[in-house]
């Protein structure tokens, strides 16, 4: 049983910093916030956990029944994160491209220590408490003053895929989709450094700062991080209710309110765009299906744009109710990886994404989140994200676009440039 309290905070902005420097003391840290991005479907504006009692790390080998298990049987908040590599528990794929980062395929926590925030209130929720622990803490928290760091060394950026060879890759995808074999794939390439010395809070506070999105992550397992400025939900459980909330079709933003306001419209009738968001849609109200009651499956809102500090996005929400006899890791299992990431039809679209990619995505366009003791959850999507593996010095973010019939190589390819922009200016010190 946990103990929990409740308080309120006076200035949240400045206890979410505060809370996330203490934070740093431990080896496994999971830090999300919306930013204060008010959207339907938010429970909370900020969670940290920290401080693993147990955990579970492995490899994709039969890694859904495992990950069922120990959510089973630990009935509480745990905390981690899905690799896009699971792909391969479910379906007869590989991920045999090159991996600079070393990350587990998949890797979850239950945390001594939690605190949830939800406007100006604060829930805490500790295990195994020494006695006026919370208090220590809570004092130690309050007091902290802020430390600005600056010690993450100049990064060279490379790129694992030129731009001659990005157009030359994305023509291969053209013939498939022009075969038949696909009707669109997401396609990504990776930016990346060796030799790095970063600082894992300070890239992730300027990351954060660039953006501001709606499902930023700070997540630490010893030498592993993922600082991440998503603005994509994959997944969410309420009760029965499951929510999924694919981003496809982006536009550039403009400091010219007209012309931004332009842009915007522009996206909203771009035929292209939609064609890309719709395809995904029908994808996700597929998977959805095979743990929905009968009849449930409902699209609320088709291809709505939403605006981003960096980008416009068009954002499409489809829910369902789950079917008696299935646990929440089913409905995961069944709806991994994301449509968003992967394509359609999605086995096809990761075979023919495994041979055109150089990189293993690991954790990026897997996902981020929690389940509660209920069984409830709520996953993001691991894009817009750095991730770095202190012990070998190995820094790395992908990007990347869909490829539908429509496309063009070379808007692709700035496509793919303008999503990169915010990470090369917080890794280019």
């Given at each position: 049983?946990?103990?929990?309290?409740?308080?309120?905070?006076?200035?949240?902005?400045?206890?979410?910093?505060?809370?996330?420097q203490w934070?740093?003391?431990?080896?496994?840290?999971?830090?999300?916030?919306?930013?204060?991005?008010?959207?339907?479907?938010?429970?909370?504006?900020?969670?940290?956990?920290?401080?693993?009692?147990?955990?579970?790390?492995?490899?994709?080998?039969?890694?859904?029944?495992?990950?069922?298990?120990?959510?089973?049987?630990?009935?509480?908040?745990?905390?981690?994160?899905?690799?896009?590599?699971?792909?391969?528990?479910?379906?007869?794929?590989?991920?045999?491209?090159?991996?600079?980062l070393?990350?587990?395929?998949?890797?979850?926590?239950?945390?001594?220590?939690?605190?949830?925030?939800?406007?100006?209130?604060l829930?805490?929720?500790?295990?195994?408490?020494?006695?006026?622990?919370?208090?220590i803490?809570?004092?130690?928290?309050?007091?902290?003053?802020?430390?600005?760091?600056?010690?993450?060394?100049?990064?060279?950026?490379?790129?694992?895929?030129?731009?001659?060879?990005?157009?030359?890759?994305?023509?291969?995808?053209?013939?498939?989709?022009?075969?038949?074999?696909?009707?669109?794939?997401?396609?990504?390439?990776?930016?990346?450094?060796?030799?790095?010395i970063?600082?894992?809070?300070?890239?992730?506070?300027?990351?954060?700062t660039?953006?501001?999105?709606?499902?930023?992550?700070?997540?630490?397992?010893?030498?592993?991080?993922?600082?991440?400025?998503?603005?994509?939900?994959?997944?969410?459980?309420?009760?029965?209710?499951?929510?999924?909330?694919?981003?496809?079709g982006?536009?550039?933003?403009?400091?010219?309110?007209?012309?931004?306001?332009?842009?915007?419209?522009?996206?909203?009738?771009?035929?292209?765009?939609?064609?890309?968001?719709?395809?995904?849609?029908?994808?996700?109200?597929?998977?959805l299906?095979?743990?929905?009651?009968?009849g449930?499956?409902?699209?609320?809102?088709?291809?709505?744009?939403?605006?981003?500090?960096?980008?416009?996005?068009?954002?499409?929400?489809?829910?369902?109710?789950v079917?008696?006899?299935?646990?929440?890791?089913?409905?995961?299992?069944?709806?991994?990886?994301?449509?968003?990431?992967?394509?359609?039809?999605?086995?096809?679209?990761?075979?023919?994404?495994?041979?055109?990619?150089?990189?293993?995505?690991?954790?990026?366009?897997?996902?981020?989140?929690?389940?509660?003791?209920?069984?409830?959850?709520?996953?993001?999507?691991?894009i817009?994200?750095?991730?770095?593996?202190?012990?070998?010095?190995?820094?790395?973010?992908?990007?990347?676009?869909?490829?539908?019939?429509?496309?063009?190589?070379?808007?692709?390819?700035?496509?793919?440039?303008?999503?990169?922009?915010?990470?090369?200016?917080?890794?280019?010190?």
């Open positions: 049983m946990r103990t929990s309290i409740s308080q309120t905070i006076q200035n949240p902005k400045e206890f979410k910093k505060q809370l996330l934070a740093q003391q431990f080896r496994e840290v999971v830090f999300l916030d919306s930013n204060d991005y008010h959207r339907e479907y938010n429970t909370y504006d900020a969670v940290l956990a920290v401080d693993a009692l147990t955990a579970i790390q492995t490899d994709y080998n039969n890694v859904f029944e495992d990950l069922n298990t120990y959510q089973q049987i630990t009935k509480d908040w745990i905390f981690g994160y899905l690799s896009y590599d699971l792909k391969n528990d479910t379906e007869k794929l590989e991920s045999n491209n090159f991996d600079g070393d990350f587990p395929d998949l890797f979850f926590f239950q945390p001594k220590k939690l605190f949830l925030i939800k406007d100006n209130q829930e805490i929720a500790y295990l195994n408490m020494c006695d006026d622990e919370i208090d803490d809570l004092k130690e928290i309050e007091n902290l003053e802020l430390i600005i760091t600056n010690d993450t060394q100049q990064v060279v950026i490379n790129q694992r895929i030129s731009k001659e060879s990005y157009i030359d890759k994305v023509g291969d995808m053209l013939a498939h989709i022009h075969r038949g074999d696909i009707y669109e794939a997401n396609f990504c390439m990776e930016f990346y450094a060796e030799e790095a970063v600082n894992p809070l300070e890239t992730y506070e300027k990351l954060n660039i953006s501001e999105p709606p499902f930023a992550t700070y997540f630490k397992n010893h030498q592993h991080y993922l600082l991440s400025a998503s603005p994509e939900r994959y997944i969410k459980k309420e009760g029965s209710k499951i929510i999924s909330q694919p981003i496809k982006t536009a550039r933003r403009s400091a010219d309110v007209i012309e931004d306001e332009a842009i915007k419209q522009e996206l909203v009738i771009n035929e292209k765009e939609r064609s890309e968001n719709i395809m995904i849609v029908d994808l996700v109200r597929n998977d299906s095979r743990t929905a009651a009968k449930s499956v409902n699209v609320e809102e088709l291809c709505a744009v939403y605006s981003f500090k960096q980008v416009h996005h068009l954002i499409s929400t489809i829910t369902s109710q079917a008696e006899g299935h646990t929440p890791v089913d409905v995961i299992k069944s709806t991994f990886p994301m449509g968003s990431m992967t394509g359609a039809p999605k086995i096809s679209a990761m075979e023919i994404i495994e041979k055109l990619e150089e990189t293993k995505r690991g954790l990026y366009s897997g996902a981020v989140g929690y389940f509660t003791p209920n069984g409830d959850f709520d996953f993001n999507v691991v817009r994200s750095i991730l770095y593996n202190s012990s070998n010095k190995y820094v790395s973010f992908s990007v990347g676009s869909a490829i539908t019939s429509k496309s063009d190589p070379e808007k692709e390819y700035e496509e793919c440039l303008l999503k990169a922009k915010a990470m090369l200016k917080t890794l280019e010190v």
